[in-house]
C-alpha cells in the first residue's frame, strides 16, 4: 500500500484566511482524492484530482472554494479559501490501491479549526 | 440511490469476547465492500475488502467479515476483542453509477473495556 504523508497536521485559522494542505505520496498515482470529515461525521468526497487535467467536484463543492492543484503523479494541495468557522473539520487526501485492487489508502489526515 | 448503513452509533464489547459490528449495504450490480478503522487522531486505516469470491474475508488485525447477498449485509466480526480494538469503524462500498466513488456509512464507535 502507498505511503501517504499530508502537511500540516492541524492548525487553527482565522475566519477569512485561506490554508493550503499538501499531500504526498511515496509511489505514483493515477487518482487522488479529497475527503472532508466534519465533527462527529463519515467522510464526505470533495473532489477527484487526476494529473493533468481540473479536478472533478462532488455536489456542494466548489472550485472557488476548494481549489486544487495536481501538478504531478505524487502530490496534490487542497486549499479551504475564505474560511469560516463551518469549515472546521479533518480533511484527507486518499488514493486508490494499484491495479485492480479498489481500496483507497488514506493520508493521517489535517485536523483544521477555524476561529 | 446506492447507500451504506450502519446501525449503531456505538458498540460495547468486554474484551475477550466477540464483537460484531453491522453493516447493510444497497447498491445496484455486484457491491464492492470495504471495512476502515479510525483511531483517535489519525487517519483511516483499510482493514478488508470483498470483491468477489469467498463469502468470508479476512483482513488486519484478526477482523473478518462475512459478505451476505440475501441480506444485503457485510457485518465486520473478530472473534476476541482487544481494548486496542476501540476505535471508529467505518463501512464503505464502491458506487459504480456515481463515477466510482467510495460511499461511507456513518461509522460506529467501537468500545472495548476491559
Known amino acids: 500500500s502507498a505511503v501517504i504523508s499530508q502537511k500540516p497536521s492541524r492548525d487553527i485559522c482565522q475566519r477569512g484566511t485561506s490554508l493550503t494542505i499538501q499531500c504526498q505520496v511515496d509511489s505514483q498515482v493515477t487518482m487522488m482524492f479529497w475527503y472532508r470529515q466534519q465533527p462527529g461525521q463519515s467522510l464526505t468526497l470533495i473532489a477527484t484530482?487526476?494529473?493533468?487535467?481540473?479536478?472533478?467536484?462532488e455536489s456542494g463543492f466548489v472550485i472557488d472554494k476548494f481549489p486544487i492543484s495536481r501538478p504531478n503523479l505524487t502530490f496534490s494541495t487542497l486549499t479551504v479559501s475564505n474560511m469560516s468557522p463551518e469549515d472546521s473539520s479533518i480533511y484527507l487526501c486518499s488514493v486508490s490501491g494499484t491495479g485492480s485492487s479498489y481500496e483507497q489508502y488514506f493520508g493521517p489526515g489535517t485536523r483544521l479549526t477555524v476561529t | 440511490a446506492q447507500s451504506v448503513a450502519q446501525p449503531e452509533d456505538q458498540v460495547n464489547v468486554a474484551e475477550g469476547n466477540p464483537l460484531t459490528v453491522k453493516c447493510t449495504y444497497s447498491?445496484?450490480?455486484?457491491?464492492?465492500l470495504f471495512w476502515y478503522v479510525q483511531y483517535p487522531n489519525r487517519g483511516l486505516q483499510f482493514l478488508l475488502k470483498?470483491?468477489?469470491?469467498?463469502?468470508l474475508v479476512k483482513g488486519s488485525y484478526g477482523f473478518e467479515a462475512e459478505f451476505n447477498k440475501s441480506q444485503t449485509s457485510f457485518h465486520l466480526k473478530k472473534p476476541s476483542a482487544l481494548v486496542s480494538d476501540s476505535a471508529l469503524y467505518f463501512c464503505a462500498v464502491i458506487s459504480y453509477n456515481q463515477g466510482g466513488k467510495l460511499i461511507f456509512g456513518q461509522g460506529t464507535e467501537l468500545s472495548v473495556k476491559p
Open positions: 484530482a487526476n494529473q493533468g487535467s481540473e479536478a472533478t467536484y
Open positions: 470483498y470483491i468477489t469470491g469467498d463469502n
Open positions: 447498491v445496484s450490480g455486484n457491491p464492492y
